[in-house]
């Protein structure tokens, strides 16, 4: 669904069309995107309560910088809760570089800094929820909730805390397989303010638009066998949930999010369906994922690697990294992140990546969401995105702006006649037509025709560059004074208050705006909150019975203790990440373990 436009956007286009209500400037200069002011206007609307959802790269992190500047400005705490230890080194340098008269505290991963200690305190979701990072006593807070899809947890919703009355959710996506986000993540922050899709990113100029190349390759006799028996199992346990009342049949996304639910809830037949559905479903996704051929495919790319300005690999696995590395190497340069790359490897890994001393990085899934990745303009998804929202991101990490001559390209090896073939129909996994739909070309590689995939691959991008619209600095004249004249007042304040003007503004720019520099929301009913597609989840008729499990540590899957080559640390038998390494046996259950699973 395509963003409603602001209440009057005429008052931005003059903004755009001006000569001197926009300086000519050098872009090293701090400005805001249009969308990101539409945005924040739109959130103001709705008495500063939302979820922005936009799509990555496009720039969520600055409009929520900006909104942290205004509530600091009113004399507001500001709390950002992040998933990860990553996420919170990466948005503590940007906050301390966007407000460096500020102090930005830290909390978790060895920091202890309390509310009352720092302007802004950076947090995980773990973190929060264990220990409350409350307002300072007589303070009103604003909290932002990065990445909030992944807060529906029974423990991380423990870090959406109501004493913070302005809230700001960032997600790419906000879906999940259960009902958190109706019953949870809706009610918290009241809704979508506003949404941004590559559709519109890529017309605005602030996203690339990419070629798409879909390469086919067969699977050997031995796993065709195995996936036969695989969907014999699958159509056996469609039948059963088909049957169901009020099950959804279409998207497949509903249809899988509601088989999810009854395998997680349901302890009767229709839960054994439904957990039988999802064994096969995931036998026959790893079957098609480690297809042989897939690797041996994977030489076909080391030129185009080579020639590119940074490639991605994204698999599932680190097994699958792995085999892609083993096929690669020998012909380019490349290098593995997994969950377990301890942190000065990992920056040395990128950092080697952004001076282009390495050509390309594969990674099983800790790309998708978090981690700043140098820009890339070649992405090789080797087995298909479990979800639309990992499709986004991994999306995301190679359609950032490009500079001219650098054109985005995408390829997406699948296995023919499966659930990965994009000719499938309604079945097909990956969300394939999401990227066919904004793609510039995309075509279809079977192996009779692999050997135009690299001249297909040689593209450069458009001979023009679209460039994005750009608000700020912006110059008090009389231009932008007709702007302000037309805007309403959610505008006039966003443009005050959040976009940067080369000297604060002054009358009679000032004569425009509330006059205790504050925005009234617009009343409950009438706030543009977006509708969202909600699965409709099908009754639990037999409740599972529940055995109460001892857990080790504040996450939401059972944790078991391991030795490394450096000392001891937990790991997450959801995911497999591990806490942070100590020597000693006995230190080991004060670690935590801050993983990437949903819960």
């Known amino acids: 669904m395509n963003p409603s436009p602001p209440h009057n956007s005429d008052s931005i286009r003059i903004l755009e069309s001006s000569t001197s209500g926009l300086a000519e400037v050098d872009f090293d200069e701090p400005f805001l995107y249009r969308w990101q002011v539409d945005a924040l206007s739109s959130w103001l609307r709705c008495g500063r309560q939302g979820v922005i959802e936009a799509v990555t790269g496009s720039g969520k992190t600055n409009v929520a910088i900006a909104a942290s500047r205004d509530a600091i400005r009113r004399g507001l705490f500001v709390l950002v809760v992040v998933p990860s230890r990553v996420l919170m080194e990466q948005w503590s340098e940007r906050l301390a570089e966007a407000m460096p008269d500020l102090t930005i505290g830290r909390l978790g991963d060895s920091g202890t800094d309390r509310p009352p200690d720092c302007d802004i305190l950076v947090t995980t979701r773990h973190s929060a929820a264990s220990r409350k990072p409350v307002p300072p006593e007589g303070m009103d807070g604003f909290l932002i909730a990065d990445e909030c899809h992944g807060f529906g947890g029974k423990v991380l919703r423990r870090s959406l805390m109501k004493e913070y009355t302005e809230r700001l959710g960032l997600t790419a996506t906000l879906q999940r397989s259960d009902d958190a986000v109706d019953t949870l993540l809706l009610p918290f922050f009241g809704g979508i303010c506003f949404r941004y899709g590559f559709g519109e990113a890529i017309a605005d100029g602030v996203c690339a638009q990419p070629r798409v190349a879909f390469v086919a390759v067969p699977l050997t006799e031995s796993e065709r066998a195995d996936y036969i028996a695989t969907e014999q199992t699958l159509v056996d346990a469609r039948r059963v949930l088909r049957g169901i009342r009020d099950m959804p049949q279409r998207p497949f996304g509903a249809f ?111 790309l998708d969401e978090g981690v700043d990745v140098p820009d890339a303009n070649l992405g090789i998804v080797v087995s298909a995105s479990r979800t639309r929202r990992q499709m986004i991101q991994r999306m995301g990490r190679i359609l950032r702006r490009k500079k001219e001559g650098s054109g985005a390209r995408f390829v997406i090896i699948f296995a023919s006649d499966t659930m990965e073939d994009p000719t499938a129909g309604a079945d097909a996994d990956g969300f394939v037509g999401e990227i066919q739909d904004i793609a510039e070309d995309a075509q279809v590689f079977a192996p009779e025709r692999y050997g135009d995939i690299s001249s297909f691959l040689r593209y450069s991008g458009p001979e023009k560059v679209n460039e994005p619209n750009r608000i700020g600095p912006l110059v008090p004249d009389s231009e932008l004074l007709e702007a302000f004249q037309l805007a309403d007042a959610a505008e006039r304040y966003a443009l005050a208050y959040f976009a940067p003007w080369t000297q604060p503004p002054t009358d009679p720019f000032v004569d425009l705006l509330p006059a205790d520099g504050t925005f009234a929301a617009l009343p409950e009913e009438r706030r543009p909150y977006r509708e969202l597609d909600l699965t409709n989840l099908p009754e639990v008729i037999q409740p599972k019975k529940r055995k109460k499990e001892k857990k080790l540590s504040t996450g939401e ?12 640390a937990l790991q997450c038998l959801g995911c497999g990440t591990l806490s942070q390494v100590t020597p000693y046996k006995f230190k080991v259950m004060e670690q935590t373990v801050e993983c990437d699973c949903d819960g």
């Open 256 to 366: 899988l999010a509601a088989v999810q639910h009854l395998a997680a809830n349901d302890g009767g037949p229709h839960g054994k369906a439904a957990a039988e559905y999802l064994d096969a479903f995931g036998s026959r996704r790893e079957i098609v994922a480690n297809s042989q051929a897939k690797y041996e495919a994977l030489g076909i790319f080391a030129d185009p690697i080579n020639i590119s300005d940074g490639s991605l690999l994204f698999t599932e696995t680190v097994r699958a990294a792995n085999h892609a590395i083993n096929r690669l190497d020998p012909h380019t340069t490349i290098e593995i992140i997994t969950g377990e790359t301890p942190r000065r490897e990992r920056e040395k890994i990128l950092s080697d990546f952004r001076e282009q001393r390495l050509r390309a990085v594969a990674a099983p899934k800790v």
């Open 557 to 568: 899957s059972p944790l078991r203790m391991v030795q490394t080559a450096d000392g001891f």
